[in-house]
Protein backbone atom coordinates (compact mmCIF):
# COMPACT_ATOMS: atom_id res chain seq x y z
CA UNK A 1 0.00 0.00 0.00
CA UNK A 2 1.71 3.16 -1.30
CA UNK A 3 0.94 6.22 1.54
CA UNK A 4 2.01 9.35 0.43
CA UNK A 5 4.24 11.52 2.44
CA UNK A 6 3.22 15.03 2.48
CA UNK A 7 5.83 17.80 3.27
CA UNK A 8 5.19 20.44 5.44
CA UNK A 9 6.14 23.90 4.44
CA UNK A 10 6.18 26.36 7.51
CA UNK A 11 8.06 29.84 8.61
CA UNK A 12 9.22 27.95 11.78
CA UNK A 13 10.91 24.79 9.49
CA UNK A 14 12.59 27.15 7.71
CA UNK A 15 14.25 29.50 9.60
CA UNK A 16 15.51 26.12 11.82
CA UNK A 17 16.54 24.40 8.90
CA UNK A 18 14.49 21.27 9.15
CA UNK A 19 12.81 19.12 6.58
CA UNK A 20 8.95 17.49 8.18
CA UNK A 21 7.20 15.05 5.95
CA UNK A 22 3.91 13.77 7.41
CA UNK A 23 2.94 10.16 6.62
CA UNK A 24 -0.43 10.19 5.92
CA UNK A 25 -2.03 7.16 6.67
CA UNK A 26 -4.83 8.60 7.64
CA UNK A 27 -5.95 8.28 3.74
CA UNK A 28 -6.09 4.79 4.03
CA UNK A 29 -9.81 4.75 5.06
CA UNK A 30 -12.17 6.90 6.78
CA UNK A 31 -12.70 4.64 10.27
CA UNK A 32 -10.33 1.95 9.57
CA UNK A 33 -7.26 4.64 9.30
CA UNK A 34 -3.60 4.78 10.36
CA UNK A 35 -2.22 2.58 12.90
CA UNK A 36 -5.64 0.65 13.04
CA UNK A 37 -5.63 -0.68 9.33
CA UNK A 38 -2.42 -1.71 10.31
CA UNK A 39 -3.19 -3.15 13.77
CA UNK A 40 -6.49 -5.06 12.35
CA UNK A 41 -4.74 -6.27 9.13
CA UNK A 42 -3.30 -9.53 10.31
CA UNK A 43 -5.04 -10.11 13.14
CA UNK A 44 -8.21 -10.24 10.45
CA UNK A 45 -6.21 -12.75 8.75
CA UNK A 46 -5.81 -14.98 11.80
CA UNK A 47 -9.17 -15.07 13.40
CA UNK A 48 -10.17 -16.61 9.85
CA UNK A 49 -7.67 -18.87 9.65
CA UNK A 50 -8.84 -20.42 13.23
CA UNK A 51 -12.27 -20.59 11.33
CA UNK A 52 -14.27 -18.07 14.59
CA UNK A 53 -16.56 -15.76 13.02
CA UNK A 54 -16.70 -12.98 16.12
CA UNK A 55 -13.75 -10.69 17.16
CA UNK A 56 -13.78 -9.77 21.07
CA UNK A 57 -11.92 -6.68 22.22
CA UNK A 58 -11.97 -3.49 24.37
CA UNK A 59 -12.04 0.22 24.23
CA UNK A 60 -13.28 3.72 25.91
CA UNK A 61 -15.36 5.87 24.97
CA UNK A 62 -13.27 7.46 22.27
CA UNK A 63 -11.54 4.63 21.45
CA UNK A 64 -10.29 4.27 17.71
CA UNK A 65 -9.93 1.08 17.90
CA UNK A 66 -13.61 -0.22 18.98
CA UNK A 67 -14.88 1.90 15.71
CA UNK A 68 -12.50 0.37 13.76
CA UNK A 69 -12.59 -3.27 14.82
CA UNK A 70 -17.16 -2.98 14.58
CA UNK A 71 -16.48 -1.52 10.98
CA UNK A 72 -13.65 -4.09 10.06
CA UNK A 73 -15.72 -6.75 11.34
CA UNK A 74 -18.94 -5.56 9.50
CA UNK A 75 -16.36 -5.51 5.95
CA UNK A 76 -14.94 -8.68 6.71
CA UNK A 77 -18.10 -10.59 7.61
CA UNK A 78 -17.35 -11.40 11.18
CA UNK A 79 -19.44 -10.24 14.21
CA UNK A 80 -17.58 -8.15 16.90
CA UNK A 81 -18.19 -7.58 20.69
CA UNK A 82 -16.70 -4.15 22.76
CA UNK A 83 -16.10 -4.45 26.08
CA UNK A 84 -16.48 -0.75 27.22
CA UNK A 85 -14.97 1.07 30.14
CA UNK A 86 -17.34 3.17 31.63
CA UNK A 87 -21.17 1.90 33.12
CA UNK A 88 -21.87 5.42 33.32
CA UNK A 89 -22.13 4.90 29.28
CA UNK A 90 -24.67 1.98 29.22
CA UNK A 91 -27.56 4.28 29.54
CA UNK A 92 -26.31 7.22 27.16
CA UNK A 93 -24.24 5.89 24.89
CA UNK A 94 -26.37 6.74 21.29
CA UNK A 95 -25.26 10.17 22.58
CA UNK A 96 -21.74 9.20 21.85
CA UNK A 97 -20.64 9.51 18.04
CA UNK A 98 -17.81 6.76 18.43
CA UNK A 99 -19.38 3.92 20.36
CA UNK A 100 -23.02 5.20 18.39
CA UNK A 101 -20.80 4.21 14.93
CA UNK A 102 -19.60 1.42 16.29
CA UNK A 103 -23.31 0.09 17.28
CA UNK A 104 -24.10 0.82 13.71
CA UNK A 105 -21.77 -1.32 12.54
CA UNK A 106 -23.13 -4.48 14.22
CA UNK A 107 -20.57 -4.27 17.56
CA UNK A 108 -22.26 -5.88 20.51
CA UNK A 109 -21.86 -3.37 23.26
CA UNK A 110 -21.13 -4.39 26.97
CA UNK A 111 -20.45 -1.87 29.70
CA UNK A 112 -18.02 -2.73 32.43
CA UNK A 113 -17.31 -0.51 35.05
CA UNK A 114 -13.63 1.25 35.24
CA UNK A 115 -12.49 -1.05 38.15
CA UNK A 116 -13.28 -3.89 36.75
CA UNK A 117 -12.25 -2.93 32.88
CA UNK A 118 -8.24 -2.44 34.73
CA UNK A 119 -8.55 -6.22 35.42
CA UNK A 120 -9.32 -6.44 31.13
CA UNK A 121 -5.82 -8.65 31.25
CA UNK A 122 -6.14 -10.82 34.40
CA UNK A 123 -6.60 -14.49 34.00
CA UNK A 124 -10.27 -14.85 35.98
CA UNK A 125 -11.60 -12.14 33.90
CA UNK A 126 -10.35 -13.51 30.81
CA UNK A 127 -11.81 -16.59 31.84
CA UNK A 128 -15.23 -14.81 32.58
CA UNK A 129 -15.43 -13.94 28.63
CA UNK A 130 -14.44 -16.80 27.81
CA UNK A 131 -17.66 -18.42 29.65
CA UNK A 132 -19.98 -15.31 28.66
CA UNK A 133 -18.81 -15.14 25.10
CA UNK A 134 -18.06 -18.62 23.59
CA UNK A 135 -15.27 -18.99 20.63
CA UNK A 136 -14.26 -15.49 20.43
CA UNK A 137 -10.88 -13.99 18.60
CA UNK A 138 -9.79 -12.18 21.24
CA UNK A 139 -7.58 -8.91 20.45
CA UNK A 140 -6.49 -6.68 22.88
CA UNK A 141 -7.22 -3.14 23.87
CA UNK A 142 -5.62 -0.62 21.27
CA UNK A 143 -5.07 -3.77 18.87
CA UNK A 144 -1.47 -4.46 20.55
CA UNK A 145 -0.33 -7.85 20.18
CA UNK A 146 2.35 -10.09 17.63
CA UNK A 147 0.38 -9.50 14.60
CA UNK A 148 -0.59 -6.28 15.43
CA UNK A 149 2.94 -5.10 15.71
CA UNK A 150 3.70 -7.47 12.49
CA UNK A 151 1.38 -4.94 10.71
CA UNK A 152 2.60 -1.64 12.10
CA UNK A 153 6.48 -3.00 10.85
CA UNK A 154 5.00 -2.32 6.91
CA UNK A 155 4.38 1.57 7.45
CA UNK A 156 8.14 2.80 6.84
CA UNK A 157 9.07 1.76 3.35
CA UNK A 158 12.53 2.05 1.28
CA UNK A 159 11.60 5.42 0.13
CA UNK A 160 11.39 6.12 3.89
CA UNK A 161 15.46 5.51 4.61
CA UNK A 162 16.46 9.56 3.47
CA UNK A 163 14.67 10.30 7.35
CA UNK A 164 17.07 11.16 10.47
CA UNK A 165 14.05 10.85 12.71
CA UNK A 166 10.50 8.77 13.04
CA UNK A 167 7.73 10.49 15.34
CA UNK A 168 4.73 8.38 16.69
CA UNK A 169 2.47 9.27 18.67
CA UNK A 170 2.34 6.12 21.30
CA UNK A 171 -1.69 4.62 22.90
CA UNK A 172 -0.41 0.95 23.77
CA UNK A 173 2.67 0.73 22.20
CA UNK A 174 2.24 -1.66 19.47
CA UNK A 175 2.60 1.06 17.10
CA UNK A 176 5.81 2.39 18.26
CA UNK A 177 6.99 -1.29 18.49
CA UNK A 178 6.56 -2.05 14.62
CA UNK A 179 8.37 1.07 13.66
CA UNK A 180 11.20 0.72 15.93
CA UNK A 181 11.67 -2.99 14.03
CA UNK A 182 11.79 -1.81 11.08
CA UNK A 183 13.73 1.54 11.40
CA UNK A 184 16.77 1.66 9.80
CA UNK A 185 20.25 1.67 11.84
CA UNK A 186 20.40 5.33 11.25
CA UNK A 187 17.07 6.21 11.93
CA UNK A 188 16.00 7.76 15.88
CA UNK A 189 12.30 6.44 16.65
CA UNK A 190 10.12 9.16 18.86
CA UNK A 191 6.96 7.88 20.67
CA UNK A 192 4.94 10.74 22.17
CA UNK A 193 2.38 8.47 24.88
CA UNK A 194 -0.78 10.10 25.45
CA UNK A 195 -1.05 8.76 28.73
CA UNK A 196 0.72 9.54 31.72
CA UNK A 197 2.75 6.82 33.70
CA UNK A 198 5.98 4.67 33.17
CA UNK A 199 4.85 1.67 31.94
CA UNK A 200 4.97 2.37 28.23
CA UNK A 201 8.16 1.17 28.14
CA UNK A 202 7.80 -1.72 29.62
CA UNK A 203 5.16 -2.97 27.39
CA UNK A 204 6.85 -1.97 24.40
CA UNK A 205 9.69 -3.87 25.26
CA UNK A 206 7.41 -7.42 24.91
CA UNK A 207 7.60 -6.59 21.34
CA UNK A 208 10.64 -4.17 20.37
CA UNK A 209 13.98 -5.34 19.10
CA UNK A 210 15.78 -2.70 18.59
CA UNK A 211 17.51 0.44 21.12
CA UNK A 212 16.90 3.14 18.66
CA UNK A 213 13.88 4.49 20.17
CA UNK A 214 13.18 6.94 23.29
CA UNK A 215 10.02 7.91 24.93
CA UNK A 216 9.47 12.28 24.84
CA UNK A 217 6.72 12.13 27.88
CA UNK A 218 5.97 15.75 28.16
CA UNK A 219 3.59 15.92 26.40
CA UNK A 220 0.51 14.45 27.11
CA UNK A 221 -1.26 17.65 28.18
CA UNK A 222 -2.10 15.77 31.87
CA UNK A 223 -2.83 12.38 30.72
CA UNK A 224 -5.34 10.78 28.19
CA UNK A 225 -8.20 12.51 26.51
CA UNK A 226 -6.83 15.92 29.02
CA UNK A 227 -6.66 18.46 26.70
CA UNK A 228 -6.32 22.40 27.12
CA UNK A 229 -6.71 25.88 24.80
CA UNK A 230 -3.22 26.04 23.89
CA UNK A 231 -3.54 22.07 22.21
CA UNK A 232 -6.66 23.07 20.54
CA UNK A 233 -5.87 26.12 19.37
CA UNK A 234 -2.70 24.58 17.68
CA UNK A 235 -4.23 21.86 16.03
CA UNK A 236 -6.44 24.06 14.48
CA UNK A 237 -4.02 26.46 13.24
CA UNK A 238 -2.19 23.76 12.17
CA UNK A 239 -5.13 22.26 9.89
CA UNK A 240 -5.10 25.81 8.73
CA UNK A 241 -1.79 26.24 7.66
CA UNK A 242 -1.16 22.56 6.39
CA UNK A 243 -4.66 21.33 5.58
CA UNK A 244 -4.05 18.67 7.64
CA UNK A 245 -6.10 17.49 10.20
CA UNK A 246 -5.15 16.39 13.74
CA UNK A 247 -6.83 14.64 16.68
CA UNK A 248 -6.33 15.96 19.93
CA UNK A 249 -6.36 12.48 21.75
CA UNK A 250 -2.98 11.38 20.23
CA UNK A 251 -1.87 13.24 16.98
CA UNK A 252 -2.19 16.52 18.26
CA UNK A 253 -0.17 16.01 21.31
CA UNK A 254 2.65 14.64 19.13
CA UNK A 255 2.88 17.51 16.74
CA UNK A 256 2.62 20.20 19.10
CA UNK A 257 5.49 17.89 20.79
CA UNK A 258 7.77 17.64 17.77
CA UNK A 259 7.00 21.80 16.84
CA UNK A 260 7.91 22.46 20.67
CA UNK A 261 10.90 20.51 19.87
CA UNK A 262 11.93 22.09 16.90
CA UNK A 263 11.88 25.87 18.61
CA UNK A 264 13.49 24.58 21.38
CA UNK A 265 16.74 23.71 19.00
CA UNK A 266 16.47 19.97 19.97
CA UNK A 267 17.04 18.99 16.43
CA UNK A 268 20.16 20.11 14.38
CA UNK A 269 19.67 21.86 11.21
CA UNK A 270 19.69 19.36 8.50
CA UNK A 271 17.42 17.07 10.51
CA UNK A 272 14.73 15.07 8.33
CA UNK A 273 11.80 14.46 10.24
CA UNK A 274 9.19 12.16 9.30
CA UNK A 275 5.71 12.14 11.37
CA UNK A 276 3.55 8.92 11.22
CA UNK A 277 -0.28 10.78 11.09
CA UNK A 278 -2.00 7.39 13.12
CA UNK A 279 -5.44 8.79 11.99
CA UNK A 280 -7.90 8.94 14.73
CA UNK A 281 -10.40 11.73 13.35
CA UNK A 282 -13.44 10.14 13.90
CA UNK A 283 -12.92 10.94 17.60
CA UNK A 284 -13.28 14.85 16.65
CA UNK A 285 -17.43 14.69 16.89
CA UNK A 286 -17.09 13.16 20.20
CA UNK A 287 -14.61 15.82 21.84
CA UNK A 288 -15.93 19.08 20.60
CA UNK A 289 -19.43 18.50 22.91
CA UNK A 290 -16.87 17.97 25.95
CA UNK A 291 -14.66 21.24 24.70
CA UNK A 292 -17.90 23.25 24.80
CA UNK A 293 -19.37 21.81 28.43
CA UNK A 294 -15.13 23.26 29.68
CA UNK A 295 -15.81 26.38 27.87
CA UNK A 296 -12.37 25.73 25.71
CA UNK A 297 -12.00 26.66 22.11
CA UNK A 298 -14.04 24.14 19.22
CA UNK A 299 -11.76 21.97 16.90
CA UNK A 300 -12.33 22.92 13.03
CA UNK A 301 -14.41 20.46 11.09
Wanted: contains cysteine; hydrophobic residues 40%.
Amino acid sequence: MDIPNQKVELPILNEKGITLYVKREDTIHPIISGNKYRKLKYNLHEAKKLGQDTLLTFGGAFSNHIAATAYAGKKEGLKTIGIIRGEELKNNWHENPTLKLAQANGMDLHFVSRSDYRKKNSIAFLQNLNAKFDLCYLIPEGGTNELAVKGCEEILTKADTQFDIICSCVGTGGTLAGLINSAQPHQTVLGFPALKGNFLKEDILKFAQNDNWKLIAEYHFGGYAKVDSSLIEFINSFKRETSIPLDPIYTGKMFFGVFDMIKKDVFKRGTQILVIHTGGLQGIDGMNPVLKKKNLPLLDL
